[in-house]
T-cell receptor, first 109, second 117 residues
Framework: RKEVEQDPGPFNVPEGATVAFNCTYS??????FFWYRQDCRKEPKLLMS???SGNEDGRFTAQLNRASQYISLLIRDSKLSDSATYLC??????????FGTGTSLTVIP | EAGVAQSPRYKIIEKRQSVAFWCNPI?????LYWYQQILGQGPKLLIQ????????DSQLPKDRFSAERLKGVDSTLKIQPAKLEDSAVYLC???????????????FGSGTQLSVL
C-alpha cells in the first residue's frame, strides 16, 4: 500500500475558479504534513505546511483530518500562475518524507 | 542563504554504463536525502542520511545503486550499471534534522536529469 495517495488529475479550470485537491495517507503515526508545488522541469518547492486546525495563506487553504488520514488543499480565485503539479507530502517520526503522485493543475484563460 | 547544490544538471549515458551524481546540502543541514522522480510520478525516496550515517535505504536498489556521505556534508549517488528504467530526475534534498524535528521542512536541489539510452 502506498504511503500517500493522490488523484493525479489533470484538473483544467478557468481563471477565477475554486479548485480542491485531496490526499490520503496510510500511516496513522505520521507526524507532519505539507503541500509542495512543482513546476514543469523544476524541483518541488514548499507551498505550505498543513496543521490540524487548518491553515490559510492568501488564496490557499490547507486542512488535515487525522481521524480520516486525509489532507486537502483549496485554491480560491485561481490564477494562470497557479498552473503546476501539487504534491501531497507526509513526514513520519523518522524524518522520512513521502510524496504522492502529484495532481496536475492547468488554469485556463 | 545558498540552497542545495547538485551536479551535473543533465546526463546522457548508454545502458550498462556507470554514472555519479553529486550533492551539497544547505549549510548546517544534518539530514540529506536522494529521491528518484520518474516522469509523471512523485519523488520516491532512495536513501536518507543523518550526518554520515544511513537512516533508511530500504528503497535503494542495492545491486546497482550506491550512495555515500563520508564527511557528513556532501554526498554522491552512483549507478553501476545503468538500466533503461533508471531514466529519471535524481533529486537531492536536505533538512535540519534536529532531535525535535516536528517542524522539519525539505529543501530540494534542481536535480539531475538522467537519460539512459
Amino acid at each position: 500500500r502506498k504511503e500517500v495517495e493522490q488523484d493525479p488529475g489533470p484538473f483544467n479550470v478557468p481563471e477565477g475558479a475554486t479548485v480542491a485537491f485531496n490526499c490520503t495517507y496510510s500511516n496513522s503515526a505520521s507526524q507532519s504534513f505539507f503541500w509542495y508545488r512543482q513546476d514543469c522541469r523544476k524541483e518541488p518547492k514548499l507551498l505550505m505546511s498543513v496543521y490540524s486546525s487548518g491553515n490559510e495563506d492568501g488564496r490557499f487553504t490547507a486542512q488535515l483530518n487525522r481521524a480520516s488520514q486525509y489532507i486537502s488543499l483549496l485554491i480560491r480565485d485561481s490564477k494562470l500562475s497557479d498552473s503546476a503539479t501539487y504534491l501531497c507530502v507526509v513526514k513520519n517520526t523518522g524524518n522520512q518524507f513521502y510524496f504522492g503522485t502529484g495532481t496536475s493543475l492547468t488554469v485556463i484563460p | 542563504e545558498a540552497g542545495v547544490a547538485q551536479s551535473p544538471r543533465y546526463k546522457i549515458i548508454e545502458k550498462r554504463q556507470s554514472v555519479a551524481f553529486w550533492c551539497n546540502p544547505i549549510s548546517g543541514h544534518a539530514t540529506l536525502y536522494w529521491y528518484q522522480q520518474i516522469l509523471g510520478q512523485g519523488p520516491k525516496l532512495l536513501i536518507q542520511f543523518q550526518n554520515n550515517g544511513v537512516v533508511d535505504d530500504s528503497q535503494l536498489p542495492k545491486d546497482r545503486f550506491s550512495a555515500e556521505r563520508l564527511k557528513g556534508v556532501d554526498s554522491t549517488l552512483k549507478i553501476q550499471p545503468a538500466k533503461l528504467e533508471d531514466s529519471a530526475v535524481y533529486l537531492c534534498a536536505s533538512s535540519l534534522g534536529g532531535h525535535r524535528a516536528t517542524n522539519e521542512k525539505l529543501f530540494f536541489g534542481s536535480g539531475t536529469q538522467l537519460s539512459v539510452l
